[in-house]
């Protein structure tokens, strides 16, 4: 099928899997303390940085300039999110200075993730699918914030954040019409697509069994 064909049928396959994470989500399991948006932010922080980390590998080991320059945007995108956060950490109480959202190691998705070397498939997993994944978990974060009467942070997410997630997963749909041009590649890219929502579910479940979150903004 052509590129074009091939997004449709990907983004309507994501689309039916994710209203399977609604309205009960999470990418995270890794809260400690209380159910509240400074320990949610906390582990936004970290998929932050293991979002522009992703972007950084994937940009050194690409040769298509286009490509390249998408994943700078990406990585210089997820590093103004996370010092956003850290800022609005520090209004809320908490001095992320000395808090390193790595200590203790990366999460699962960064683990698969890091593993793609095609542009088709790091299009799909990275920027097509985890920020699709990120839009809807970013929603609802915004209405845990609103419940808990943080319009900040709410707008924070609503008007700076979002929109540059929306644009990474755009970025991940110009790559593909781009590059997921053959049958091979189209394959490919669909299974990472799949993995990724998989890791996905696998993580929500595991973090409402083990912390109850539901609402950890994603990237
Ligand atoms: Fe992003
Ligand atoms: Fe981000």
Redesign the pocket.
């Known amino acids: 099928m052509t590129a074009e064909e091939f997004i449709k049928e990907l983004d309507a396959r994501n689309q039916e899997l994710l209203r399977r994470l609604e309205p009960e989500a999470t990418l995270k399991p890794e809260v400690e303390g209380d159910l509240n948006v400074v320990n949610l932010l906390k582990v936004a922080l970290k998929n932050?940085i293991e979002?522009s980390e992703i972007a950084a590998r994937w940009m050194v080991t690409t040769d298509e300039v286009d490509v390249k320059l998408a994943f700078a945007r990406?990585v210089g995108?997820?590093a103004r999110?996370y010092r956003l956060i850290v800022e609005r950490l520090k209004e809320l109480g908490f001095d992320a200075k000395t808090f390193n959202p790595l200590a203790k190691g990366y999460g699962p998705l960064f683990d698969y993730l890091r593993t793609l070397t095609t542009t088709a498939e790091r299009a799909a997993a990275g920027?097509f699918t985890?920020?699709a994944i990120?839009i809807v978990k970013n929603r609802q974060f915004i209405e845990f914030c609103e419940r808990a009467g943080d319009r900040t942070t709410a707008a924070l997410y609503r008007d700076v954040i979002e929109p540059?997630?929306r644009?990474?997963?755009e970025l991940g749909r110009s790559i593909l019409l781009r590059y997921a041009t053959t049958h091979e590649a189209q394959e490919a890219a669909r299974k990472t697509a799949a993995r990724t929502l998989e890791l996905a579910e696998e993580l929500q479940a595991m973090a409402l069994k083990t912390a109850g979150i539901h609402h950890a903004p994603?990237?």
Do not use: F, M, S
Request: glycine share 6%; proline share 0%; charged share 40%.
């Open positions: 932050e979002a990406q995108d997820e999110h920027q985890r920020e990120a540059d997630e644009y990474h997963h994603g990237c």
